[in-house]
């Protein structure tokens, strides 16, 4: 007797369907290789790519160099994305001083951060490989520079799960004045099983778009519904073994429990008028500050992964005036969610991320008031988790232009990030057209000079 493919699937798909079944839900319960120094991420991303010039990396040398050309050996081989590389140095457009009793340097755009930096590690010496936005934000949150990788969510969430039956296990904001330049990319399950893509939170109204009923379907018409639904789904996955229609019940079941928890997780004026203020939070007004509180009580309720894209910081132009506002919308907010996590006992076991895509030119653009897109060099900061606290690692050179000293690539940074969440980088694999992938693809090292 012959079997071809259709009776194959017709008469074993309910093995196939079970098969399919128990590989989703391993990928919801995959152990850590060791113990774990964090349970959770809030990723603080700056989209738009903040300038480390302003506000991390100080330069007198640059000031001092102010409207002069750059050394000709520096631009060997450099391609910016916009400017012609041979333009005038821009100095630093802002003061600096020493904070803490770590020292740590900080211009007076940080006024709220400058108060807990003996809490965090700043990291001077990030380099990327893209100098474009999409590209950029895509390797900084899926480890590739193409669509279709999953992000660094995605990734976490299918290593450890969800703490929450009644909540995403990654969590998406936007925030700033549009989406990124990656889009739903920056946050999407790439070959992971669906289930692990970021799910968008709104910050007013109905956290997800059609959450709540429309007017004339109450709760025993849409149970009824969802069990139909759920029938139809559960007979065509038995025939198919498609891993997709399992999540597609899963997310189902998902929506109907977040009706019930969303709304009260999502309602800032539970909050008392002390924690508002230290936020600057206001549960009337959208913010900035109101989604990193929002971030705060999804960690404590179980969510593993929060991201907040705030897409504002790309100043080829109006950059004292501009990265100005940005700081008066997002500091406060930052060094007040270090503070709370600290006070709740959350901060040894949350890792919190602050950084964009890459940083800025020590040449100008824009007159004398943009910088252009600068992957060699910038500045990120973490704290908790694991990392050092008051602690500063790495050097660029004294024009910010290279990195001088503890080069930490993109793909270092998510080794490490993985290593403190309990996972061997390495080791971390999914496999998709023949070969098993990471976050890492084929690079990363941990730096372990950045941990307790």
């Known amino acids: 007797?012959?079997?071809n493919r259709r009776w194959f699937f017709e008469q074993c798909g309910v093995g196939l369907g079970a098969m399919a079944m128990n590989a989703l839900g391993a990928a919801n319960s995959q152990q850590p290789h060791f113990a774990p120094k964090a349970k959770r991420v809030i990723f603080l991303f700056m989209a738009g790519a903040p300038s480390h010039l302003e506000m991390f990396?100080?330069?007198?040398?640059?000031a001092k160099f102010d409207g002069q050309l750059p050394p000709a050996e520096l631009l060997k081989g450099?391609?910016?994305?916009f400017i012609n590389p041979n333009s005038k140095l821009l100095g630093p457009k802002f003061p600096f001083a020493k904070y803490g009793q770590s020292g740590a340097e900080l211009t007076d755009l940080l006024?709220?951060?400058?108060?807990?930096v003996d809490d965090i590690t700043i990291v001077k010496s990030m380099s990327t490989d893209a100098f474009n936005h999409a590209p950029g934000q895509l390797l900084m949150n899926t480890g590739g520079m193409i669509f279709g990788?999953?992000?660094?969510?995605?990734w976490v969430t299918y290593g450890l799960g969800s703490e929450s039956k009644d909540l995403p296990a990654f969590v998406v904001f936007s925030t700033g004045k549009k989406g990124p330049s990656g889009g739903n990319s920056c946050w999407g399950s790439g070959f992971l099983p669906t289930t692990h893509q970021?799910?968008?939170f709104r910050s007013t109204g109905d956290p997800v778009l059609y959450l709540s009923n429309p007017t004339g379907v109450d709760s025993e018409l849409q149970q009824d519904s969802l069990e139909s639904i759920k029938r139809l789904n559960q007979m065509r996955f038995d025939s198919t073994g498609d891993p997709e229609i399992a999540t597609r019940i899963s997310s189902y079941e998902m929506a109907y429990r977040m009706q019930m928890s969303a709304p009260g997780v999502m309602d800032l004026t539970q909050e008392p008028k002390h924690i508002l203020d230290m936020y600057g939070a206001d549960?009337?007004?959208p913010s900035f500050a109101n989604t990193v509180l929002l971030a705060r009580r999804l960690s404590e309720k179980g969510v593993r992964f929060v991201q907040i894209f705030h897409e504002a910081w790309d100043q080829h132009g109006n950059l004292v005036k501009d990265i100005k506002q940005n700081c008066k919308d997002t500091d406060q907010a930052c060094a007040a969610l270090i503070q709370d996590l600290k006070q709740r006992g959350m901060l040894d076991d949350t890792l919190v991320i602050w950084g964009g895509e890459f940083g800025r030119t020590p040449m100008v653009q824009g007159g004398n008031d943009g910088r252009d897109h600068h992957p060699n060099a910038f500045t990120m900061w973490m704290a908790g988790g694991g990392f050092k606290r008051g602690f500063t690692y790495g050097e660029s050179d004294e024009l910010g232009f290279n990195v001088a000293k503890d080069k930490v690539h993109v793909h270092d940074l998510h080794a490490t990030i993985l290593n403190q969440l309990g996972f061997d980088h390495l080791k971390l694999t999914y496999k998709f057209q023949g070969r098993n992938f990471r976050l890492t693809d084929v690079h990363g090292e941990v730096r372990r000079d950045l941990l307790a």
């Open 111 to 116: 006024p709220h951060l400058s108060k807990v």
């Open 1 to 3: 007797m012959s079997y």
């Open 149 to 154: 990788r999953p992000s660094m969510g995605s």
């Open 57 to 62: 990396d100080n330069k007198p040398q640059l």
């Open 198 to 200: 970021g799910v968008q």
């Open 283 to 285: 549960p009337a007004k």
């Open 78 to 81: 450099y391609r910016a994305a």
